[in-house]
């Protein structure tokens, strides 16, 4: 069946550093893959998504690439702020008529000043 | 309007009471979800319905029950919950109408205890 591997967190970042948080994806054929932020006490927010292999996903400074050949979609950006301290869920809706969203198990990033 | 909705923002009921959550929406979406998530775990899949039928139920225990009004609103009417039901309750639409569209939109949440 389709899954979604996160990479354990929290990770722990100063401001203006490099984020990366890496996904990896199992699923039949073409699924689509999407970047959800949840602040504290929060619902989840859509950040970025991709429809397609080689689509990049890009929202407030987050990138994300489909990359079919590694079954990957790692969240990067290039100098974090204090604000973007959330857990994020990567995620991908399959092929199928379900609609359903498969979640990975979420990474807390936590940025300090 | 590009949002989803959720009252009340947070419920607290005893194992006895009988309450609702209520979400709407009015981007047009189709199809719309119940998830439960207990505290640094992703989201659960409750319950999905697509143009106002219930087309996913999850396994769920029947002390929840949801409902599907119009296309607009979805409903979660508790009964007899237990303490281990505490969680935040979210609600998510989508499209539901084109494959390529498969985003979920989440409102805020209602934060439910229960003593």
């Known amino acids: 069946g389709n899954s979604v591997t996160q990479m354990e967190g929290p990770v722990t970042l100063s401001e203006e550093a490099f984020l990366t948080i890496n996904c990896t994806y199992t699923a039949t054929g073409y699924p689509s893959l999407f970047w959800y932020v949840q602040y504290p006490g929060e619902g989840l927010q859509l950040l970025l998504k991709a429809t397609k292999a080689d689509d990049k996903g890009s929202n407030k400074g987050f990138e994300a690439t489909y990359r079919k050949e590694t079954t990957s979609f790692h969240l990067e950006k290039g100098s974090v702020q204090v604000s973007d301290s959330a857990v994020y869920f990567c995620a991908l809706s399959g092929m199928d008529s379900s609609y359903k969203l498969i979640f990975g198990s979420g990474t807390r990033l936590l940025v300090r000043p | 309007d590009t949002e989803v909705t959720q009252t009340p923002k947070h419920l607290v009921m005893g194992m006895t009471n009988k309450k609702s959550l209520k979400c709407e929406q009015h981007?047009?979406?189709?199809?719309m979800y119940w998830y439960k998530q207990k505290a640094k775990k992703p989201p659960e899949l409750m319950f999905v319905?697509?143009?106002?039928?219930?087309?996913i139920n999850e396994s769920v225990p029947s002390r929840f029950s949801p409902e599907c009004p119009n296309s607009s609103l979805l409903n979660l009417h508790l009964h007899a919950l237990q303490p281990e039901d505490s969680a935040l309750y979210l609600c998510?639409?989508?499209?539901?109408?084109?494959?390529?569209?498969?985003?979920?939109?989440f409102g805020p949440g209602t934060r439910l205890t229960v003593l």
């Open positions: 998510a639409s989508s499209p539901g109408q084109a494959v390529t569209i498969r985003e979920q939109f």
């Open positions: 981007m047009g979406h189709r199809a």
């Open positions: 319905y697509s143009y106002e039928k219930l087309s």
